[in-house]
């Protein structure tokens, strides 16, 4: 063969062929057998645990779209939906991350997340958007594959950090998941959850979520209280109208005092439960619970206040209808210092305003509303008592003077009117009652300690009730009364005779003599005789006196030197 | 039949693989000398031609897998992730009732690819198992192959389009899941296996 000339040609020696080894090219097969075996290892080890959960309704529930986040992070992805057989409820296959599958235990409880737009905010936004989506909160037991869904979330966000405490209450009022829990204005926590106790009972109970840096401020003697809307209090002393911020004007809101100041008192723990109380009042009153039952609830309201001797010492928080004694049960707290004066016998009764001709009475009551107000027993301590509608008759003022009372009949005389010596008011008709036979009323009378000692057994006692008109031919007419409010409204006087006077009157009765009262009057007030001393022994507790229609002119002239008691 | 057997190795020709100037060579084998004009290596045949061709042919035969099943694009709605593979992508398109899009996708990036795997891997069969058939139509699909080679890519154009264009902050923004770097991987993989391929070897053994 010719080669034709080339002026490149260059030596044509040809050179042996080399064995070749593997080609390198075969490199890149291996690099993609390893990027495939690579993945088929990590889709393996990363291979979620599969589980179904149950749902009652999945709306809003996509396969392959709806996670279950935790944490906000997504840790399982909805697989698929497959409704029930019965129809009753929805299977919803999910795929756990791996990393999943140690919390995926018996306890654990999952829940759809859902937008809900309300006046305190927007709370899942995310949803509206992403969609709905399950979250879960872990629990303990055995580990399964198979769980319940909840209907609601669950009561606890247990997953923030922080007080997880629960309140109970009557009345919701205003609060709603979501209000603020205010400490001396600032928001520390919310309200989680309202939702009814779990036994079924009236009571409502509310989730309280309080941050973690305020854990402290919630001590085991806490005590909380709403704070919705406006209080408007009124009285004679003058009116307040008070509300907390705007935020818990309108979306409600609860704050809480601390009657134990100092790091005395133990810091509250996790579920915990405390008492929501109305408003800050009667959380600062709370204390010993008592219930009363009336016959009726005629001016009982559950803002009714309990006073004693005038002074406030606790408060009612229901009057509602009682069945089983056909009557009005009425609860109420005592204070927690005054708990002492809950005693079996102790007698409650409502005071009411009183308007009356001679007399107002209780005038205070208008406006404040009636109260409620007791005479302490002295049996053991009680919780349940029976109420009286009217003020009690027959029991002792504590340390006064009880004495009954007789008379054929009652004429104007009714519980509460005063008793007068020498027109002071010394003591007051605590009740009125027939006698056992029917024959007479029995009055039982009341006098003050410090007057005590002017009852005496010689004591005479008639109904000042009324004008008493004397009309005697020599004299002309005389009318007697004692003061204006005895005049119109009624009362006893009484009057004690001093040794002599019973001596003088036995003269007066021996010689037959009808007085002049003028007369004598003006006989006394010539020569006043001081040092006369009282006849009879001091009455005793439950002495029986007659009482008399009317005064005899002769005793209204005794004035026998007599010490008081020391007034208490 | 003469001419059809008749090569340039028997005529002692070697022709330079880069500017295509004729060479004469001694003996039958490959040579290891250099093109007087460009200075190219000298090769009978494309080097390695055959087992290049395997190589790339089997890499992207295992890259097919992870392609295809793995999501080759993340949308993001309204926060919410919407990984899709290629076959998901398909079905929404047919679902949506936009069949010719649908199709598309479905021809360029799954009948192309699977095509040009099945194609190389017959020729490079009928050449290493001396199949004498029709091998016109052979080269004919070898031809075709390395046209539509290019089109492969438009699954991969048409998503760095819709990232680009889709980037609508927290709206909606689309992104390239792992299956798009596999797939462009097949299509580039299968493209150096066709053209590694030395369409001569077809014709050598032909008597």
Same mark, same amino acid.
């Given at each position: 063969?010719?080669?034709?000339?080339?002026?490149?040609?260059?030596?044509?020696?040809?050179?042996?062929?080399?064995?070749?080894?593997?080609?390198?090219?075969?490199? !890149?097969?291996?690099?993609?057998?390893?990027?495939?075996?690579?993945?088929?290892?990590?889709?393996?080890?990363?291979?979620?645990?599969?589980?179904?959960?149950?749902?009652?309704? #999945?709306?809003?529930?996509?396969?392959?779209?709806?996670?279950?986040?935790?944490?906000?992070?997504?840790?399982?992805?909805?697989?698929?939906?497959?409704?029930?057989?019965? +129809?009753?409820?929805?299977?919803?296959?999910?795929?756990?991350?791996?990393?999943?599958?140690?919390?995926?235990?018996?306890?654990?409880? +999952?829940?759809?997340?859902?937008?809900?737009?309300?006046?305190?905010?927007?709370?899942? =936004?995310?949803?509206?958007?992403?969609?709905?989506?399950?979250?879960?909160?872990?629990?303990?037991?055995?580990?399964?594959?198979?769980?319940?869904?909840?209907? $609601?979330?669950? &009561?606890?966000?247990?997953?923030?950090?922080?007080?997880?405490?629960?309140?109970?209450?009557? $009345?919701?009022?205003? !609060?709603?998941?979501?209000?603020?829990?205010?400490?001396?204005?600032?928001?520390?926590?919310?309200?989680?959850?309202?939702?009814?106790?779990?036994?079924?009972?009236?009571?409502?109970?509310?989730?309280?979520?309080?941050?973690?840096?305020?854990?402290?401020?919630?001590?085991?003697?806490?005590?909380? +209280?709403?704070?919705?809307?406006?209080?408007?209090?009124?009285?004679?002393?003058?009116?307040?109208?008070?509300?907390?911020?705007?935020?818990?004007?309108?979306?409600?809101?609860?704050?809480?005092?601390?009657?134990?100041?100092?790091?005395? #008192?133990?810091?509250?723990?996790?579920?915990?439960?405390?008492?929501?109380?109305?408003?800050?009042?009667?959380?600062?009153?709370?204390?010993?619970?008592?219930?009363?039952?009336?016959?009726?609830?005629?001016?009982?309201?559950?803002?009714?206040?309990?006073?004693?001797?005038?002074?406030?010492?606790?408060?009612?928080?229901?009057?509602?209808?009682?069945?089983?004694?056909?009557?009005?049960? =009425?609860?109420? %707290?005592?204070?927690?210092?005054?708990?002492?004066?809950?005693?079996?016998?102790?007698?409650?009764?409502?005071?009411?305003?009183?308007?009356?001709?001679?007399?107002?009475?209780?005038?205070?009551?208008?406006?404040?509303?009636?109260?409620?107000?007791?005479?302490?027993?002295?049996?053991?301590?009680?919780? /349940?008592?029976?109420?009286?509608?009217? *003020? *009690?008759?027959?029991?002792?003022?504590?340390?006064?003077?009880?004495?009954?009372?007789?008379?054929?009949?009652?004429?104007?005389?009714?519980?509460?009117?005063?008793?007068?010596?020498?027109?002071?008011?010394?003591?007051?008709?605590?009740?009125?009652?027939?006698?056992?036979?029917? /024959?007479?009323?029995?009055?039982?009378?009341?006098?003050?300690?410090?007057?005590?000692?002017?009852?005496?057994?010689?004591?005479?006692?008639?109904?000042?009730?009324?004008?008493?008109?004397?009309?005697?031919?020599?004299?002309?007419?005389?009318?007697?009364?004692?003061?204006?409010?005895?005049?119109?409204?009624?009362?006893?006087?009484?009057?004690?005779?001093?040794?002599?006077?019973?001596?003088?009157?036995?003269?007066?009765?021996?010689?037959?003599?009808?007085? $002049?009262?003028?007369?004598?009057?003006?006989?006394?007030?010539?020569?006043?005789?001081?040092?006369?001393?009282?006849?009879?022994?001091?009455?005793?507790?439950? %002495?029986?006196?007659?009482?008399?229609?009317?005064?005899?002119?002769?005793?209204?002239?005794?004035?026998?030197?007599?010490?008081?008691?020391?007034?208490? | 039949?003469?001419?059809?057997?008749?090569?340039?190795?028997?005529?002692?020709?070697?022709?330079?693989?880069?500017?295509?100037?004729?060479?004469?060579?001694?003996?039958?084998?490959?040579?290891?000398?250099?093109?007087?004009?460009?200075?190219?290596?000298?090769?009978?045949?494309? &080097?390695?031609?055959?087992?290049?061709?395997?190589?790339?042919?089997?890499?992207?035969?295992?890259?097919?897998?992870?392609?295809?099943?793995?999501?080759?694009?993340?949308? %993001?709605?309204?926060?919410?992730?919407? &990984?899709?593979?290629?076959?998901?992508?398909?079905?929404?398109?047919?679902?949506?009732?936009?069949?010719?899009?649908? +199709?598309?996708?479905?021809?360029?990036?799954?009948?192309?690819?699977?095509?040009?795997?099945?194609?190389?891997?017959?020729? !490079?069969?009928?050449?290493?198992?001396?199949?004498?058939?029709?091998?016109?139509?052979?080269?004919?699909?070898?031809?075709?192959?390395?046209?539509?080679?290019?089109?492969?890519?438009?699954?991969?154009?048409?998503?760095?389009?819709?990232?680009?264009?889709?980037?609508?902050?927290?709206?909606?923004?689309?992104?390239?899941?792992?299956?798009?770097?596999?797939?462009?991987?097949?299509?580039?993989?299968?493209?150096?296996?066709? %053209?590694?391929?030395?369409?001569?070897?077809?014709?050598?053994?032909?008597?």
């Amino acid at each position: 063969m010719t080669k034709p000339s080339d002026s490149g040609m260059v030596s044509i020696a040809p050179e042996l062929r080399r064995k070749k080894g593997i080609s390198p090219i075969w490199i !890149l097969p291996l690099i993609a057998v390893i990027i495939a075996a690579w993945l088929v290892y990590k889709s393996v080890m990363n291979a979620g645990v599969d589980v179904t959960i149950t749902f009652r309704n #999945a709306q809003g529930i996509e396969a392959g779209k709806t996670q279950v986040i935790f944490r906000g992070m997504p840790i399982g992805l909805v697989k698929d939906l497959q409704i029930r057989k019965d +129809f009753e409820s929805v299977d919803v296959r999910v795929q756990f991350v791996k990393e999943a599958k140690d919390q995926l235990k018996k306890g654990t409880e +999952f829940w759809k997340v859902e937008p809900e737009i309300s006046a305190r905010g927007i709370s899942g =936004l995310e949803t509206l958007l992403k969609g709905n989506y399950i979250t879960m909160r872990p629990g303990e037991g055995e580990e399964t594959n198979h769980f319940e869904a909840l209907s $609601d979330p669950p &009561p606890f966000r247990s997953d923030t950090p922080g007080l997880h405490i629960r309140a109970f209450t009557e $009345d919701l009022g205003a !609060l709603k998941a979501g209000s603020g829990i205010y400490y001396k204005g600032i928001k520390v926590g919310e309200i989680i959850q309202t939702h009814l106790d779990d036994k079924g009972k009236t009571d409502l109970v509310l989730d309280l979520f309080i941050q973690e840096k305020c854990r402290n401020l919630v001590k085991k003697t806490t005590k909380f +209280f709403n704070i919705s809307g406006i209080v408007f209090e009124g009285g004679l002393s003058g009116f307040t109208l008070k509300a907390e911020s705007m935020e818990s004007l309108f979306l409600g809101g609860i704050s809480f005092l601390n009657p134990e100041q100092g790091s005395k #008192a133990q810091n509250a723990k996790d579920d915990d439960t405390f008492r929501l109380f109305k408003d800050k009042d009667s959380a600062e009153q709370e204390g010993q619970k008592f219930t009363v039952y009336f016959q009726d609830g005629n001016g009982l309201s559950n803002r009714t206040q309990v006073k004693y001797r005038g002074v406030e010492v606790g408060k009612a928080f229901s009057v509602e209808l009682d069945e089983k004694t056909d009557g009005v049960r =009425l609860q109420a %707290t005592m204070q927690q210092k005054y708990r002492k004066l809950l005693r079996k016998d102790t007698q409650f009764w409502v005071v009411k305003p009183q308007l009356g001709l001679a007399e107002t009475r209780n005038l205070d009551t208008l406006l404040s509303g009636s109260y409620l107000t007791f005479r302490p027993g002295k049996g053991k301590p009680e919780k /349940t008592f029976k109420g009286l509608n009217n *003020p *009690p008759g027959e029991v002792e003022i504590k340390g006064g003077l009880h004495v009954v009372l007789e008379s054929e009949r009652l004429g104007s005389l009714k519980s509460g009117d005063p008793v007068y010596y020498r027109q002071v008011k010394v003591g007051e008709v605590t009740g009125c009652r027939l006698s056992k036979d029917a /024959t007479s009323t029995l009055i039982s009378v009341d006098i003050r300690t410090q007057y005590a000692p002017i009852v005496r057994t010689t004591s005479r006692f008639w109904k000042a009730s009324g004008l008493n008109v004397n009309f005697s031919f020599f004299s002309g007419a005389k009318i007697q009364t004692e003061s204006m409010a005895a005049l119109l409204e009624g009362g006893i006087a009484f009057a004690t005779p001093g040794a002599s006077d019973l001596e003088k009157k036995k003269e007066d009765k021996s010689k037959g003599v009808v007085f $002049d009262g003028s007369k004598n009057s003006q006989k006394k007030k010539a020569k006043p005789k001081t040092g006369i001393q009282v006849s009879g022994s001091p009455a005793k507790n439950g %002495t029986i006196f007659q009482l008399y229609s009317e005064a005899q002119e002769e005793w209204l002239k005794w004035r026998p030197r007599i010490a008081l008691g020391k007034s208490k | 039949m003469i001419n059809r057997s008749f090569t340039a190795r028997d005529a002692g020709v070697v022709c330079c693989l880069e500017c295509h100037k004729l060479a004469f060579i001694q003996g039958d084998d490959e040579v290891q000398k250099r093109c007087s004009r460009c200075g190219a290596k000298l090769h009978l045949r494309k &080097p390695n031609s055959i087992t290049r061709t395997w190589a790339f042919l089997l890499t992207s035969f295992i890259m097919l897998f992870p392609a295809y099943l793995l999501p080759i694009m993340t949308v %993001t709605s309204f926060g919410h992730s919407y &990984p899709s593979t290629i076959i998901e992508g398909i079905e929404h398109f047919i679902q949506e009732g936009t069949y010719f899009i649908g +199709f598309l996708i479905f021809f360029a990036s799954i009948l192309v690819p699977i095509f040009k795997l099945i194609g190389i891997t017959l020729i !490079l069969l009928s050449i290493q198992r001396n199949w004498q058939t029709s091998l016109r139509q052979k080269a004919v699909m070898l031809r075709i192959i390395r046209f539509i080679g290019r089109w492969s890519m438009l699954d991969i154009f048409v998503i760095a389009i819709m990232v680009a264009l889709v980037n609508l902050g927290s709206l909606t923004t689309i992104k390239a899941a792992p299956a798009a770097t596999f797939f462009a991987m097949v299509v580039v993989l299968t493209m150096l296996a066709a %053209t590694s391929f030395d369409t001569r070897h077809l014709w050598e053994n032909r008597s």
